[in-house]
């Protein structure tokens, strides 16, 4: 459109009347999540004591059950994780108590989607943190049991990773033809390493 001649203010409010988004409400998708947080002195749970208290945590869209819908994860840190399941429209059903998405869990950060066994069926990699002792806070990889279930092997798969991880990728790194997963944790200050870089091996028959 050609608004050389036309006033400022016109143009603008033209530009306004089409809005780019529209919001849906919560009680239409059923969306509902909260990352609340309490502080806690005697658990270090809080500022002075775990600097990554208020970084927030992630939020994955992927279509778990293949019937070509996004569904929602959302990582909590103090709260449950939540898997939402998309049934159209912009409604979504909550299926986080059934799905085995919190066994294991204590401090989500960061979500990734891969589909690490090569079945067809999109797997979740959840990457954990949080103030916690070094052996509770491992990383988690729950398999696609193809029902919008999920049950976890993130030990039998090499990927329990026990850093503060705040979030991971999945690429080729050796051109071998399978995944393989860097893992990004905080500062090494904290008695971690900054960067873990996974090697998976394609016969391993531990790990299927």
Same mark, same amino acid.
């Given at each position: 459109?050609?608004?050389?001649?036309?006033?400022?203010?016109?143009?603008?409010?033209?530009?306004?009347?089409?809005?780019?988004?529209?919001?849906?409400?919560?009680?239409?998708?059923?969306?509902?999540?909260?990352?609340?947080?309490?502080?806690?002195?005697?658990?270090?749970?809080?500022?002075?004591?775990?600097?990554?208290?208020?970084?927030?945590?992630?939020?994955?869209?992927?279509?778990?059950?293949?019937?070509?819908?996004?569904?929602?994860?959302?990582?909590?840190?103090?709260?449950?994780?939540?898997?939402?399941?998309?049934?159209?429209?912009?409604?979504?059903?909550?299926?986080?108590?059934?799905?085995?998405?919190?066994?294991?869990?204590?401090? /989500?950060?960061?979500?990734? *989607?891969? +589909?690490?066994? =090569? %079945? #067809?069926?999109? !797997?979740?990699? $959840?990457?954990?943190?949080?103030?916690?002792?070094?052996?509770?806070?491992?990383?988690?990889?729950?398999?696609?049991?193809?029902?919008?279930?999920?049950?976890?092997?993130?030990?039998?798969?090499?990927?329990?990773?026990?850093?503060? /991880?705040?979030?991971?990728? *999945?690429? +080729?790194?050796? =051109? %071998? #033809?399978?995944? !393989?997963?860097? $893992?990004?944790?905080?500062?090494?200050?904290?008695?971690?390493?900054?960067?873990?870089?996974?090697?998976?091996?394609?016969?391993?028959?531990?790990?299927?």
């Amino acid at each position: 459109m050609d608004t050389t001649n036309r006033p400022f203010n016109e143009t603008k409010e033209k530009k306004r009347s089409s809005p780019i988004f529209d919001k849906i409400d919560v009680s239409s998708s059923n969306l509902r999540f909260a990352n609340n947080l309490t502080e806690d002195l005697e658990t270090n749970a809080n500022l002075f004591n775990f600097d990554y208290f208020y970084n927030g945590a992630g939020v994955g869209l992927e279509d778990i059950n293949n019937d070509g819908l996004l569904d929602v994860f959302f990582c909590g840190n103090q709260v449950p994780n939540k898997l939402f399941l998309n049934k159209g429209n912009f409604q979504f059903e909550d299926i986080s108590s059934t799905a085995g998405i919190n066994l294991g869990k204590v401090w /989500s950060n960061g979500i990734s *989607f891969v +589909d690490i066994n =090569n %079945d #067809g069926w999109m !797997d979740i990699y $959840v990457s954990q943190g949080g103030p916690n002792p070094r052996l509770s806070r491992k990383n988690l990889l729950f398999i696609n049991l193809q029902d919008n279930t999920f049950v976890e092997k993130a030990e039998e798969f090499g990927l329990a990773d026990m850093g503060i /991880s705040t979030q991971s990728a *999945f690429f +080729d790194y050796d =051109n %071998d #033809g399978d995944l !393989d997963c860097i $893992v990004m944790n905080e500062n090494e200050y904290y008695g971690v390493d900054p960067i873990n870089l996974y090697r998976i091996i394609k016969d391993n028959p531990e790990a299927i």
